[in-house]
Every structure is written in structure tokens, then in C-alpha cells.
């Protein structure tokens, strides 16, 4: 089962894209500036406004971000390639006509049913983390981080 | 009541360049320079050679010489030859404006002429007022014009201005009454020496088979008492009868004119002759025939003409020509075009328009919907219209007066049928207008005004006017018919929006919709207008209305009244017109903070997402927001003119191509809403200097 991450109550106003975590650690892009959160309990977040949309940091064609001694691929506004498939075959659904995340088991059990507002409508994403033990669900307003 | 379908008139209204200058000035954004003192008038050699290029492209040379257009700029950047867009542009101008002013504002105002590719070009001359005299196939400005030197002691037969009112009093020092000239030289002598401007070729001819002289004739008169006796107003005259039943009366004691019989002419007053021997009236009034249908009657005083009216076969006046107010006496320039002046309509219209010194001062239309209204008490009148006036700061104001069903549709709506179908569209013009114009329109002109309907409903509902659904469908009813009537594309041409699109106009457009909806509205008064020959005056209309936004403000709703209301008029106000932009921001995000002095602050210059215009997504976010917690969540907003929003629309780039154009601003959440933009720092600043005063809102 995946539950529901608390995210500060305010991170960003207009996200551009995320990263997929690496050693618990998630980057997303916004128009105010680069956003660091590890994840725990609880997410702790460090904003850097110096990088607004990423600024220079940011290949937009290539969606890969250079910061802090480290590559991320973002998956956002430009695109990306989410994993919509874990390793012992769960699989994500997102219907964005509904607005519904699922994630469901091989045998069909619903592992997660989440239902969404997108104020937006420009793009969205879902996506497990490398490690299948995260579920991220991104939308240009919000991001909803769950976990195992 | 019988009808006399009137072949008349039509105004075609060019603005000169210069005037379209001051038009620019209210189109933030547009680059034309700005001139202080701008010449009224193109030479007209200048005409003439745009007139020629205009054949060369096949634009009827009529046309192009009303319009007085530099057509060759037509093939710049505007304009794209070999599209067909030439062709068929030319084509629908030569064919729309020839087959008649109706079909055009139909055309126009349905957007089936395909103008557009000419617009900037063709028409940026300026408004030109032209009504062309049609009755009965004649040009009856020129005929008119031609009327009062032929009899009037005015310097203008000279090819003199009109206008020169010191001249002409010095012109009039040097003319003798013909009293005095008849006490001088005896009235034979008289009338001999002027005979030859007085009496017709005919009449002299058949004078000298039986004189040596026309002096010898008319002394044979009253030697031998030949003269019959006849009675005016209780006193007796002398009349000399001529042949072919002309005449001339004298007075009593034969020492004076008192009217002249020639041809179709009739003429009587106080007669002189000026110091380079013209015969004319100085005071009292001429009637000629101008056709076979229609009559003119001038009055003259002091040489001038003081009051010009044209009447039909059944002596009803359909239109009359008096001084502007203020002025003695209507203004002819030295090209016989009128050019301070009122014209008066009085058929099923009233049209009143009323120019100085070619610019128009006041332009009134109104339309009764019951052809008996004259007779009805006034709470039983109805009708609608509109009126432009020009206020002393060179600004115009316009007022529309509608009808009862136009109340009742704001009010309720529109009951019954679908106005945005033939049938229902038929049906709603059948109540707004009088019945002849439904039954002008063919099937297709049915098809594209239900569609003008839908467009325009679509644009007043979309945010920014605060309607109703019934007052959008109301107004969007209303500017429609007023393309029927003409007064819509004139309107819109003067305040320089398309009310079916929101879309500011260029001055190219502004001046053909001027001219495409003067020319509809004189078309409609007197059933069609077979256009087109040069004419007589130069209007223009000089700046365009300043205080939109207040007039929206102060907007009268009062239409529940009984009889005709006015409202100022917010549909055209676009280019000043506001809209109101939200922001949902708590305290981590403000961007947004009422300054010291009261005004509103834009914090930082990172991009700044704005709402522009729809209240319920902004709720909708707040909602949300505070949902999750945001601290300090609110709506926030203010207002700017909508021809800001309009160029960030213009520039704005889809959000995933901002990164590489991050000059731009960035249009965002499409499929949610219209008019969600991101503004970059460049466009903040622009912001900041047209955030509206005092309109800035927390809640």
C-alpha cells in the first residue's frame, strides 16, 4: 500500500518539472527558483531562488538539470519518461480526464486510488522513483509524493 | 403610406491621414508618429494620382477617387498578391459599394467582403464624408453646389472659400442692388444689360423676332401696359411673360425684380449685380428642380446659403442642409465642397450630422420602429439609435437609444427561438428593426448575422464586461442590428474595436468601417444608395473618445424605463475598455502589496502568473489553496485596459516555448480557461504603467 507524503504548504507556485530522488533527495524546477526536498517524515524542502526556472542550470531540450555537483533528468513541462511499471509488475494509471491516480497489482488489486484537482490542464505526470518506493504524480500547481 | 423608393445618397466618410494620426494616438502600441497641426485636406493632385493607381488595380475609379487612397501601398506588407485576396478584395469593394451602401454593411458587418487585405491601405486616407447625389441618377451636391453660385451673390462663384467670411463681406460692399441699378439706368437698360444671365437662350431668341433689343421688349411692356397684373401675398405685381411660360414680376411701381420664372427656376428675393457684372440674389430664396422626382429649394441672405432643402415629387422634405450652429450661414471651401454645415434627414430615419471645418461635430441616427410614430403619444414611441457627439477636449461621446425589445431581451432574454439561427435571427431583426430590412437579406446574410450574433455573444461573455447572459445577447442582438443599420461598423470604426472579436483595429480598418457605416446608414434613410461620384465634403472625424473608461463605469442600466434611454456605449469602449486581472497569492507567494501611497506594487520581476478576467477560476484557486493551507491566501486584483491584454496576447508564447523566449510572456492552462498568462519581467514593467488607479482589490 502507498500513503500520502505531507509536503510543506507551500513549495512552489508554478512548477516547470521534478527529479526522480536520488538517496531520498527530489529537485523540482519552478518559476521562482530550484527546490530541493528530501523525503522523510517530515519532507524538509530548501529553496534556491537564485535559479529561477532553473536559470542557466536548466537544458530545456535536453530536460537535464546541473546543479549541485549533480545531473537530474526532469520530467515536467518539456517531457520526460516516467515509470509507469515497478519490478514485481504494479502498474500506474492516470486518468486525466478523471483526474485519477491508480496504482494496481498484477492481480488487479488497487493499490492506490487518489483523486486530483488540476487547475492547470498543460501537462502531467506520474512516475515510480527508481527504487519503485516512491509514486510521484506532478502537475504544473502540485506535487503529490507517496509512499510504500 | 405610400413610400417613393428615393434613389439617393450615400456618405462616403474618409478620415485624411493625418486625422488617422490622432486616431493612432488611442491605439497603445501602434507607431504612427503624431502631428500637431495636421492638414485637413489632400491635395488634389494628390487625389487624383491615387486615383489612377486605384484604376491600375482595378479598383473602380470612382472609388479610389473618393476614397483618395494610396492603393499602391495596397501591395505592401499588408497586402499579399497572387493569394486572390487582391482580387477579391477589389472586386468586393467595386461590386458591394456599386450594387448598393445596404449590402455592403451587410457584407462588411458579416465579414463576407474579405476586405481585411486592403483595409490598411485602401482606406488610410482618413474619413471622408461624401453623400452622393443619386436622386434620380444625378449628383446632387455638385447640383446643389452649383445651384447656389449659379444664383446666389456669393464669392464662392468666384472660387473663393465659402468659408472666407471677410471676404465675402468685402465682396458684398461691391454689390449694387439692382433697385438701384434700375433707378440708374431705367429698367429696360436694366434687364437688357443682365439679360443674358437672366433669361434662357430660348426666351431672348424669341424675344429679338420681334425687337431689336431686349430692352426695347421690356420697355414695349410697360410703355403699352402689356404686363398682367398678379397678387402675392395681398400685393399686386407686374408681370412680363415670356415665352414657354417663364416670367418676370416686378413690383408695383416696376422698379424692382421681385421673382424670376426661368426655366425650372424660380427665384425671388432682393437681386444685385457685383462689381464683375454677376447677376444674383443677395437675400430670399431660389427652387429648382433637380430631377424628375425631386425639387430644392435654397434660401439666400447676404449671398449666402442659409438653408438647402431637397423634397420629393409629393413636396416632402427628405433632407435639409442649414448652417452649424453658431453659424449664419452653411460653408462652402473654394471646391464646392460643403464644409461647415448640419444635414437632416426626415424620412423613416432621422439622421442629423452636423461638421465644421470637415470634422463631424455631431452624428445622430435614429429609427422608429412604427413608420405611423409621429402620430403616437410619446410613451408609445420606440425606436433606436446612437449619437456621436464631439466633446471640446477634440474627444467624441456616443449615446444609443434602444428599443423596447432590446429592454425586454436584456432583461429576459430572448424567448421563443435560438437567435443564433436563421429562423430565430430572422425573427429577433424582425422585432428590432423595421420589416424591410429582414426581407433585404438572402439566406447567407441570414447565416453570417446569426453567426455575428454568436460571435459577439461569445466575446461579451467571455469576461471583462460584467454582462448577463441576457445582456450579452442583448447587446450582441443590438450591434448587430446597428451593422444592418450602418451605425455598428461606424461606431466601431470610432472607437476602434471589433465588438465580434474584441480585436483593436488599425486605422486603415477604423476609417473603412467610418466609411462603410455612414454610407449604410444614408443608404438605408433613403432606400439604397446607387453611389458613387465625387462629391461634395471632407468630415473627418478627428480624435477618438478619452473618457471610455468613466463612460463604462457610469454606464446606465436603467432599462426598465418607459421611452427611449440612453446608455453610454461600454461595447466599444475596448480600447480603454477594462478587465479585471486576479491573482491568488498567500504569504509565501505575494507578489502583490498595497504600497505606501495607496497603489498598488508588483514585487520582484520573477514571471508572474496572472488571471485575466475570470472571477470563478480565481474562487477556484483560492479554494484550493486554501485547501491546502496556504498561509494568507486571497484574491487579489485590479484592473488594466483591455488593449493590455490584447498585446500580451499578441506576443504570448505557449508556456513550453518560454524557456526559449524568455522575453515573452507565456500563455498557460490552456484547456482551463482563456486569457492565463505568465508576464516576464519586460511586460511587468509594462504593467506596472497601465495598472487602472484605485482599482486594486483584496478579498
Known amino acids: 500500500m ?90 500506474i494509471h492516470l486518468d486525466k480526464q478523471k483526474q485519477i491516480l491508480r496504482i494496481v497489482q498484477n492481480d488487479s488489486k488497487v493499490l492506490l486510488n487518489f483523486s486530483y484537482e488540476d487547475l492547470s490542464g498543460d501537462w502531467n505526470y506520474a512516475t515510480f522513483s527508481e527504487d519503485f518506493k516512491y509514486v510521484f504524480l506532478a502537475i504544473p500547481y502540485n506535487l503529490f509524493i507517496f509512499q510504500r | 403610406m405610400s413610400k417613393s423608393r428615393i434613389k439617393f445618397l450615400s456618405v462616403l466618410l474618409l478620415i485624411n491621414l493625418f486625422c488617422l494620426q490622432n486616431l493612432y494616438a488611442f491605439s497603445p502600441g501602434l507607431a504612427l508618429p503624431l502631428s500637431p497641426n495636421p492638414p485637413l485636406v489632400m491635395p488634389q493632385n494628390q487625389i487624383r494620382a491615387y486615383t489612377e493607381e486605384g484604376s491600375q488595380l482595378g479598383v473602380d475609379p470612382r472609388l479610389s477617387g473618393l476614397i483618395g487612397a494610396p492603393i499602391s501601398a495596397a501591395i505592401g506588407a499588408n497586402y499579399q498578391p497572387g493569394v486572390n485576396a487582391g482580387t477579391t478584395a477589389i472586386n468586393a469593394i467595386n461590386n458591394g459599394l456599386l450594387r448598393g451602401a445596404v449590402s455592403l454593411g451587410m457584407e462588411y458587418a458579416t465579414q463576407k467582403a474579405n476586405l481585411n487585405p486592403l483595409l490598411s491601405s485602401l482606406t488610410s486616407r482618413a474619413i471622408t464624408g461624401a453623400i452622393e447625389g443619386a436622386l434620380g441618377g444625378g449628383n446632387i451636391f455638385q447640383g446643389i453646389f452649383k445651384g447656389f453660385t449659379d444664383s446666389a451673390l456669393n464669392i464662392a462663384r468666384l472660387g473663393v472659400s465659402g468659408n472666407d467670411a471677410w471676404s465675402q463681406a468685402q465682396y458684398l460692399q461691391r454689390v449694387i442692388n439692382f433697385s438701384d441699378i434700375i433707378r440708374q439706368k431705367g429698367l429696360a437698360k436694366a434687364l437688357e444689360d443682365t439679360a443674358t444671365q437672366i433669361l434662357h437662350e430660348d426666351s431672348i431668341s424669341s424675344i429679338l423676332k420681334s425687337f431689336q433689343t431686349v430692352g426695347a421688349f421690356i420697355q414695349d411692356q ?15 405685381y407686374n408681370r412680363i411673360q415670356l415665352s414657354n411660360g417663364q416670367w418676370i414680376d416686378l413690383d408695383e411701381g416696376k422698379l424692382n425684380i421681385d421673382e424670376l420664372k ?211 445577447l442583448a447587446w450582441a442582438l443590438y450591434d448587430t442590428a446597428g451593422d444592418i443599420v450602418g451605425f455598428t461598423p461606424l461606431l466601431e470604426g470610432i472607437y476602434g474595436v471589433d465588438t465580434q472579436s474584441g480585436k483593436l483595429l488599425t486605422g486603415g480598418e477604423r476609417a473603412l468601417k467610418i466609411g462603410v457605416g455612414a454610407v449604410t446608414i444614408l443608404g438605408n434613410v433613403f432606400g439604397g444608395a446607387a453611389i458613387l461620384h465625387k462629391i461634395g465634403f ?160 483584496e478579498q
Open chain 1, 2 to 91: 502507498f500513503k500520502q507524503l505531507t509536503l510543506p504548504n507551500y513549495i512552489f507556485e508554478r512548477m516547470i518539472g521534478f527529479s526522480l530522488p536520488k538517496r531520498d533527495k527530489i529537485i523540482v524546477i519552478s518559476y521562482e527558483g530550484i527546490h530541493e526536498l528530501v523525503l522523510g517524515a517530515p519532507v524538509m524542502v530548501t529553496h534556491d531562488t537564485l535559479h529561477p526556472e532553473g536559470g542557466t542550470l536548466y537544458d530545456s531540450q535536453s530536460r537535464i538539470l546541473s546543479y549541485d555537483n549533480d545531473k537530474f533528468k526532469i520530467i515536467g513541462l518539456h517531457g520526460g519518461e516516467p515509470i509507469l511499471q515497478s519490478n514485481t509488475g504494479e502498474k
Open chain 2, 222 to 236: 410697360i410703355t403699352n401696359n402689356k404686363t398682367t397684373t398678379v397678387v402675392k401675398g395681398g400685393k399686386n
Open chain 2, 262 to 472: 426661368i426655366g425650372n427656376q424660380t427665384e425671388r428675393g432682393t437681386f444685385g449685380v457685383d462689381a464683375y457684372g454677376n447677376f444674383g440674389l443677395l437675400n430670399g430664396y431660389k427652387t429648382d428642380q433637380l430631377d424628375a422626382t425631386h425639387t430644392v429649394r435654397y434660401d439666400f441672405a447676404q449671398g449666402s446659403a442659409v438653408n438647402i432643402q431637397v423634397n420629393d415629387a409629393d413636396n416632402r422634405t427628405l433632407l435639409e442642409i442649414a448652417p452649424k450652429n453658431g453659424d449664419n450661414a452653411i460653408r462652402y471651401n473654394a471646391n464646392g465642397e460643403l464644409e461647415s454645415y448640419s444635414i437632416e434627414t426626415f424620412q423613416s430615419a432621422k439622421v442629423f450630422l452636423e461638421v465644421q471645418d470637415g470634422e463631424i461635430l455631431n452624428y445622430s441616427y435614429y429609427q422608429p420602429l412604427d413608420p405611423f410614430e409621429f402620430v403616437l403619444p410619446a410613451q408609445e414611441k420606440d425606436g433606436f439609435g446612437f449619437s456621436v457627439t464631439k466633446n471640446s477636449n477634440g474627444t467624441y461621446t456616443t449615446e444609443r437609444t434602444f428599443s423596447n425589445t432590446f429592454r425586454q431581451i436584456f432583461k429576459a432574454g430572448f424567448q421563443g427561438a435560438d437567435p443564433f439561427t436563421v429562423d430565430g435571427i430572422k425573427k429577433a431583426i424582425t422585432l428590432m428593426l423595421p420589416g424591410q430590412y429582414v426581407q433585404q437579406m438572402n439566406l447567407n446574410q441570414l447565416v453570417d448575422t446569426a453567426q455575428a450574433v454568436k460571435n459577439r455573444y461569445d466575446y461579451f461573455t467571455s469576461g471583462g464586461f460584467g454582462y448577463t447572459n441576457n445582456e450579452a
Open chain 2, 538 to 697: 471632407v468630415p473627418k472625424v478627428g480624435s477618438v473618445l478619452q473618457d471610455a473608461s468613466t463612460s463604462l463605469r457610469t454606464i446606465n442600466t436603467q432599462l426598465g424605463e418607459v421611452g427611449a434611454i440612453t446608455l453610454t456605449d461600454a461595447n466599444f469602449l475596448s480600447a480603454q475598455r477594462t478587465v479585471r486581472v486576479y491573482r491568488v497569492e498567500g504569504t509565501p507567494n505575494t507578489r502583490l502589496i498595497l504600497g505606501e501611497s495607496g497603489e498598488m506594487v508588483i514585487q520582484g520581476d520573477k514571471t508572474l502568473f496572472l488571471n485575466f478576467g475570470s472571477r470563478a477560476r480565481a474562487e477556484e484557486f483560492l479554494a484550493q489553496k486554501i485547501a491546502q493551507g496556504m498561509p494568507g491566501a486571497t484574491i487579489k486584483s485590479f484592473e488594466v485596459p483591455k488593449s493590455f491584454l490584447d498585446q500580451m496576447k499578441a506576443v504570448a508564447v505557449p508556456e513550453a516555448r518560454g524557456t526559449l523566449n524568455p522575453g515573452r510572456p507565456i500563455i498557460v492552462d490552456i484547456t482551463k480557461a482563456p486569457n492565463q498568462l505568465g508576464l516576464r519581467k519586460e511586460q511587468i514593467e509594462l504593467l506596472k504603467k497601465n495598472i487602472i488607479s484605485d482599482t486594486y482589490l
